[in-house]
């Protein structure tokens, strides 16, 4: 059975990906409007308003960025002070955050996407290794999804050398200098790992890595399909299990490097596990919808309630995880109070409360009501509402990684936000639908196919 990308489809992708350039392209012409001359009104209206007057956003964030380069003054006291241009520091400070939040929001859209395609891709070689017997009707979905890991890669690691100190001060001149008046002792002592070569050395490692294994493992997939013997099975077994332990390595590395050292004072050793816990869940969620899609357009017909009632049941179990490791994370940190650590939490309470605490509902609350009666884990419109709760609130988490440290106060979800959304949406729907268009829905001849066509309970 073959599919083919509707042409309602495509052009719906390409219109998205169409007004999804232009609200990016808006982000960016508007933050360049902010200089030296309507800064200095927009800081004496914001104080006459008495919504941010003093600097307490620098305060409440450690002086973390004050150190890392942010060119704020390391006295804060001294409103008056002229720094670089003839603007004061806390105005200086201002119009950087403006200019850094193009850029994060399109590396928050660049991201989300891609983590759903990289967590996809753990959770298709987990079902290789364990040699699942449910799954396989729903490996062509899979690989239709995983074919985004490679593009999307590219864009986020794309993103991060064209934003470089945007996004990650620690690529600020003079970071490292002894002497020089952006220079940070903590940065500094990190120059070994957070460098830009080897920060973008690792990114092609990683990427190079996830997609030999998608590759190979499509590879030996469709041809498993001709074969008269399980030899493909078995290589795609031994390449995914070994695949599993390359990944728990790099996908960690991946998250310190492209996720949490936007914040290079801060740091977690459960962080790695907490962003992996994010895109798994998302990933999950999206092969239960585009199955469910697939499904309702009279495809599919091998995929019965059962394979949705158990993929609902992982996106049940994973948000639960999800929400464990994030609970492990915040109570330790702030339980403790040590002000380095606390501070990334201090932030993220005072000045994004909406989508911190909202995230937080839309991740864990939501999906335990909904999806924890058994019977509505089998009813389709049910799973794609729940699911795009938690699409939503995983796209409020990585919004939450990101914009604290890069634009600290002066976060709103507008046009530079939805237009990355709409861009990277648009091209994920692309190429993984005419991914599916490339190969049979149904993996024949797999040794547990008859098994997963079968599979009721």
């Not at 967590?119 to 729903?138: E, H, K």
């Not at 995880?321 to 109570?331: G, P």
Request: charged share 15%.
């Amino acid at each position: 059975m073959e599919y083919k990308i509707s042409n309602r489809l495509r052009m719906g992708a390409i219109i998205m990906m169409v007004l999804g350039l232009i609200g990016v392209a808006y982000g960016f012409i508007d933050s360049h409007h902010w200089n030296e001359g309507n800064i200095d009104q927009y800081i004496k209206a914001e104080n006459s308003h008495g919504a941010h007057g003093d600097t307490h956003a620098t305060e409440a964030h450690g002086d973390e960025h004050a150190e890392a380069g942010h060119a704020v003054a390391k006295n804060d006291d001294h409103h008056g002070e002229e720094a670089h241009g003839g603007l004061t520091h806390h105005e200086e400070h201002a119009l950087h955050q403006i200019h850094n939040r193009p850029y994060a929001a399109l590396y928050v859209g660049a991201f989300f996407f891609f983590m759903i395609a990289l967590g996809v891709l753990a959770f298709y070689a987990i079902q290789y290794a364990a040699q699942a017997g449910w799954s396989p009707v729903l490996f062509r979905v899979m690989e239709g999804i995983t074919s985004y890991v490679l593009p999307g890669g590219l864009i986020v690691l794309a993103i991060a050398f064209a934003a470089d100190s945007h996004l990650f001060v620690w690529l600020k001149e003079g970071v490292t200098e002894v002497g020089h008046e952006n220079y940070d002792k903590l940065v500094a002592g990190k120059s070994g790992w957070l460098n830009k070569t080897g920060f973008f050395i690792r990114g092609l490692i990683f990427l190079g890595g996830w997609s030999l294994y998608r590759y190979f493992s499509r590879k030996f997939s469709i041809a498993q399909d001709n074969a008269s013997d399980n030899k493909n099975f078995k290589k795609n077994f031994r390449i995914s299990a070994a695949f599993l332990v390359f990944y728990i390595y790099t996908e960690s590395m991946m998250s310190w490097d492209w996720i949490m050292s936007v914040d290079p004072h801060w740091f977690s050793t459960l962080f790695g596990w907490y962003v992996f816990a994010s895109m798994f869940v998302s990933g999950i969620t999206v092969i239960a919808m585009i199955s469910i899609y697939l499904k309702s357009k009279g495809l599919l017909e091998f995929v019965n309630d059962s394979h949705i009632h158990d993929l609902a049941k992982f996106m049940f179990g994973i948000s639960i995880f999800w929400t464990y490791l994030w609970f492990s994370q915040f109570m330790l940190i702030w339980y403790s109070n040590i002000p380095e650590e606390v501070t990334y939490f201090v932030t993220r309470i005072e000045h994004y409360k909406l989508p911190f605490f909202g995230m937080l509902a839309m991740n864990f609350i939501f999906p335990l009501l909904l999806l924890m009666n058994s019977d509505y884990k089998r009813i389709n419109w049910f799973v794609i509402m729940a699911g795009i709760v938690i699409l939503c609130g995983h796209y409020l988490d990585v919004f939450n990684w990101i914009m604290p440290a890069t634009v600290v106060d002066r976060w709103f979800i507008g046009m530079p936000e939805i237009g990355a959304v709409l861009l990277f949406g648009g091209l994920f729907l692309f190429i993984v639908f005419t991914a599916l268009g490339k190969a049979p829905l149904l993996a024949k001849q797999n040794p547990f196919t008859e098994e997963s066509k079968h599979f009721h309970y």
